[in-house]
Every structure is written in structure tokens, then in C-alpha cells.
T-cell receptor, first 116, second 112 residues
Framework: DSGVTQTPKHLITATGQRVTLRCSPR?????VYWYQQSLDQGLQFLIH???????AKGNILERFSAQQFPDLHSELNLSSLELGDSALYFC???????????????FGPGTRLLVL | GENVEQHPSTLSVQEGDSAVIKCTYS??????FPWYKQELGKGPQLIID?????GEKKDQRIAVTLNKTAKHFSLHITETQPEDSAVYFC???????????FGKGTKLSVKP
């Protein structure tokens, strides 16, 4: 158990809908990273939040957004869903007290999203 | 941007044999290289990592080597066991950017 929790575990929805994925980092970790895992693209970085502020963006679609709240949990919002958005979505957290990168990232169990 | 290539995509070994997975990276500024193991239905789990100021690191049956000049790093698993069967991912990141760039993964099967 990494200490990172994600809800829900599974999500089935229809095209055009909007969903919210939730991540609670390990106690004390300031950074939350979101990754998407699909069969064709592998594990891809989406977005990074550090202590409530957006730090970096990767291959994140404009239909996707995220935020990190004062209690450090994070939510990933996916809207106008398409069939191709079906994937596993992972969050990872790291302590990054003095932000230098290179800190171990601990991954949650993921949310499996299926868009029908 | 950074690109990480990983080989082989599948690897099958007999229990007790060694397994080696190799990765190359493109950005010479990358300085942190973790390896993750992912079992079916679970999130990636860190098994070992190495920073660019070190050439080799060992942890029991697992070792990682880094060649900064050639921009490649490798995972070595000795005395493999059936429970080592999983998908292994290498990754790279730069100190200024914490996000990881992953290789495509290696499915390791250890046959009893």
C-alpha cells in the first residue's frame, strides 16, 4: 500500500459526459502528479500540482483540468468525454519539501475509466 | 522533449536466471531514473532508482546501472522468482521538472 488513495476505482460513463477523479496524497506530500495509462500511449504525464499551485503541464487535453485543494487532495476533471479517453488514470505524490524534483513518486491504485 | 526507449517489450526467463531490461534517454539534462514494477490491476510501485551522480545501485537481487555518456540505464534482476513476473517501466526526469517520462514497459515472465 503506497499511502496514496484514489476514488472511484472504476467509472463507466457515456460519451459527452463529465467525470471527476479524486486523489488523496500520502500524508505530508505536497506534490500531486496525474498520469494517464493507455495501451497505445503507455504512461503519460498529464499535470503536476505543488502545494496548491499548478507546476507543470504535459499532454493534457483542454477538455481536462485539475486542481489541488488546501488539504492537498487533488481532483482531475474530464469533460466532453470521448471513447478514446478510456484509460487508467493514476495520481502519484511526492514530498518535495524543498522542490528539487528527483523525489520518489508514490502511485495510487488508479481509476479505470470506460467511456461507452 | 525527453524520450525514453525501453527494450525488450517482453522477456521470458526460467526461475533462477537473471533478467536485464535496458532503457535509453534523449535529454542529457535528465538526472533521475526510477524503475517501477506494475502488477495486474495495481499502480506502479517503485523498486529502485538512481541519480545521475551514481553509476550503480544495488538492493538485494535488484541492481541498476547508469551510463551518462551513452545515455542509457539498465535494470538487472538476479535469481528471478515467479513473483517477479510483472510489467517493468523505466522512467527519467530532470531536477527542474519533477514529472516522469516513462518507457513503454517490459512484460517479464518467470517460468517455474
Amino acid at each position: 500500500d503506497s499511502g496514496v488513495t484514489q476514488t472511484p476505482k472504476h467509472l463507466i460513463t457515456a460519451t459527452g459526459q463529465r467525470v471527476t477523479l479524486r486523489c488523496s496524497p500520502r500524508s505530508g506530500d505536497l506534490s500531486v502528479y496525474w498520469y494517464q495509462q493507455s495501451l497505445d500511449q503507455g504512461l503519460q504525464f498529464l499535470i503536476h500540482y505543488y502545494n496548491g499551485e499548478e507546476r507543470a503541464k504535459g499532454n493534457i487535453l483542454e477538455r481536462f483540468s485539475a486542481q489541488q485543494f488546501p488539504d492537498l487532495h487533488s481532483e482531475l476533471n474530464l469533460s466532453s468525454l470521448e471513447l478514446g479517453d478510456s484509460a487508467l488514470y493514476f495520481c502519484a505524490s511526492s514530498v518535495d519539501r524543498v522542490f528539487l524534483g528527483q523525489e520518489t513518486q508514490y502511485f495510487g491504485p488508479g481509476t479505470r475509466l470506460l467511456v461507452l | 522533449g525527453e524520450n525514453v526507449e525501453q527494450h525488450p517489450s517482453t522477456l521470458s526467463v526460467q526461475e533462477g536466471d537473471s533478467a536485464v531490461i535496458k532503457c535509453t534517454y534523449s535529454d542529457s539534462a535528465s538526472n533521475y531514473f526510477p524503475w517501477y514494477k506494475q502488477e495486474l490491476g495495481k499502480g506502479p510501485q517503485l523498486i529502485i532508482d538512481i541519480r545521475s551522480n551514481v553509476g550503480e545501485k544495488k538492493d538485494q537481487r535488484i541492481a541498476v546501472t547508469l551510463n551518462k555518456t551513452a545515455k542509457h540505464f539498465s535494470l538487472h534482476i538476479t535469481e528471478t522468482q515467479p513473483e517477479d513476473s510483472a510489467v517493468y517501466f523505466c522512467a527519467a526526469s530532470k531536477g527542474s521538472q519533477g514529472n516522469l517520462i516513462f518507457g513503454k514497459g517490459t512484460k517479464l515472465s518467470v517460468k517455474p
